[in-house]
């Protein structure tokens, strides 16, 4: 008889955690699209399924920290910088209500081409950054201005380039989608990088003007030296 009720004394504990579990609060599903421009801007929209379970004071959306142009449900909103990223405050959608919360965030990324310490260019697009619940299910997509010339990689916080183990990603054309076979923890990040072309991102040339002018100028700005001293 002892046996009998320790066995269901240890199964309604391992049941109650397999509820509480279940019920916390999180991201049950975030979309992130991006499109990138030919000058290396890019537009990116985020729809993000918030479950709460629980009544919190303040809940923020975190975005990258050098996004601009930032709104939350089609109205402009003001961010507070926090480290790497810029905080959307959520409270006046959600108060201190429980339920499950649809926002839609777009903001617009300046540059997001660069060259590396070997010279080679590449295009950085971050698409998630660190939202402080974990995040059940994702899909993204990127959409470049020409086709895919090299292979995507892909990284996030916790796991670095492994987390491309837990995602599944396809390219049709320029664009790139994938989703992800794992949930993933609190505050993680997600950015996806790549080798690129100058033929799809022209870059801006330095003319360096070789002009006469120069020694004529440090010859008479010397000649004046010499006569005031003198």
């Known amino acids: ?18 509820v509480s579990v279940s019920a916390a ?30 009544p919190v004071e303040k809940l923020y959306f975190p975005v990258p920290g050098d996004a601009r142009n930032v709104s939350l449900n089609g109205s402009r909103v003001r961010t507070t910088t926090q480290g790497d990223a810029k ?8 108060g201190k209500m429980t339920g499950v919360f649809t926002v839609n965030v777009h903001y617009t990324l300046s540059d997001t081409v660069y060259r590396d310490e070997n010279g080679l260019l590449k295009l950085r697009v971050p698409l998630l950054a660190g939202f402080e619940y974990p995040v ?13 010339e090299e292979r ?31 949930s993933l923890k609190d505050r993680e990040t997600f950015e996806m990088t790549m ?3 100058e033929s799809m991102f022209p ?25 005031y001293w003198l």
């Not at 030919?38 to 918030?50: E, N, P, R, Y």
């Not at 801006?204 to 700005?221: D, H, K, L």
């Open 1 to 18: 008889m002892r046996r009998i009720f320790i066995l269901l004394l240890a199964l309604v504990l391992t049941l109650s955690c397999a």
């Open 25 to 54: 609060s999180a991201a049950s599903h975030i979309g992130a699209y991006a499109t990138v421009a030919t000058d290396g801007s890019c537009q990116v929209t985020v729809t993000a399924t918030i479950r709460l379970e629980e």
């Open 87 to 94: 905080l959307i405050n959520l409270s006046g959608i959600i």
């Open 136 to 148: 059940e299910a994702m899909e993204f997509s990127v959409t470049l201005p020409g086709g895919f």
């Open 152 to 182: 995507p990689s892909f990284s996030s916080g916790y796991h670095q380039t492994s987390i491309e183990r837990d995602l599944t990603y396809e390219i049709s054309g320029a664009t790139v989608t994938g989703t992800f076979q794992k």
């Open 195 to 197: 080798v690129v072309s």
């Open 203 to 227: 870059q801006p040339i330095v003319e360096v003007n070789s002009s006469t002018v120069g020694p004529y100028a440090v010859a008479i700005c010397a000649g004046l030296a010499i006569l």
